[in-house]
């Protein structure tokens, strides 16, 4: 059974550019949300996915973006990248519409911003 | 001030001691409570879910929740090397969110 995936693993960015990371859910799971975690901190919400729309975002700029498709998987898009994005980007799966939902996190993308 | 409050460690401790890692909070609305282990530059895995107050054992691993006092504890009995990672707590509200607020993680290395 396979569990979250997501891609790419590692990638260099410069600033200014832009970046798309993708993830695939749990087998079984509808709801995709992203967090991103800087070095030394705890993950942030960054946004859930659900039927397709954000139903919920948090304390970050409109430069952060994502998409969910029909077979649930998603993308997170980073537009005018800056050294501050630079960290490790986590999708969690789960079921369900409940708030209450336990998150399956994937292996992350790790993203460096020069 | 954090919502969510966690000592980063790192702790030290011997195979086979007693770990005792915790969290404070300040937002009186959250129910939903789990701790996450994560080893160096992977993704964090689920250990222990908690749904208000009380405890819950799974094997090795005892999950507290004292909510009159804000506070949140994970214990690890017997421990060996294999749980050196980062422990993190996180939580939620039970209505009106789908975000889980994180601690910072705890460093732990267990020394053989």
């Known amino acids: 059974d396979a569990g979250v995936t997501q891609s790419p693993t590692h990638l260099i960015k410069t600033r200014g550019q832009q970046v798309t990371l993708r993830c695939s859910p749990k087998?079984?799971?509808?709801?995709v949300s992203w967090y991103q975690q800087a070095l030394g901190q705890g993950p942030q919400f960054i946004f859930q996915?659900?039927?397709?729309?954000?139903?919920q975002r948090g304390n970050f700029p409109d430069r952060f973006s994502g998409h969910q498709f029909p077979n649930y998987s998603s993308e997170l898009n980073v537009n005018a990248l800056l050294l501050g994005d630079s960290a490790l980007y986590l999708c969690?799966?789960?079921?369900?519409?409940?708030?209450?939902?336990?998150?399956?996190f994937g292996a992350g993308s790790r993203l460096t911003v020069l | 001030q954090k919502e969510v409050e966690q000592d980063p460690g790192p702790l030290s401790v011997p195979e086979g001691a007693i770990v005792s890692l915790n969290c404070t909070y300040s937002?009186?609305?959250?129910?939903?409570f789990m701790w996450y282990r994560q080893y160096s530059r992977k993704g964090p895995e689920l250990l222990m879910y908690?749904?208000?107050?009380g405890n819950k054992e799974d094997g090795r691993f005892t999950a507290q929740v004292d909510k009159s006092s804000k506070y949140i504890s994970l214990f690890i009995r017997d421990s060996q090397p294999s749980d050196s990672a980062t422990y993190l707590c996180?939580?939620?509200?039970?209505?009106?969110?789908?975000?889980?607020?994180f601690g910072t993680g705890t460093r732990l290395k267990v020394l053989a």
């Open positions: 969690a799966s789960s079921f369900g519409s409940s708030g209450a939902n336990v998150l399956t």
């Open positions: 087998s079984g799971h509808d709801t």
């Open positions: 996915y659900y039927e397709e729309e954000e139903r």
């Open positions: 937002n009186s609305a959250f129910q939903y």
């Open positions: 908690t749904y208000s107050s």
């Open positions: 996180a939580m939620s509200a039970l209505v009106g969110t789908y975000k889980y607020i």
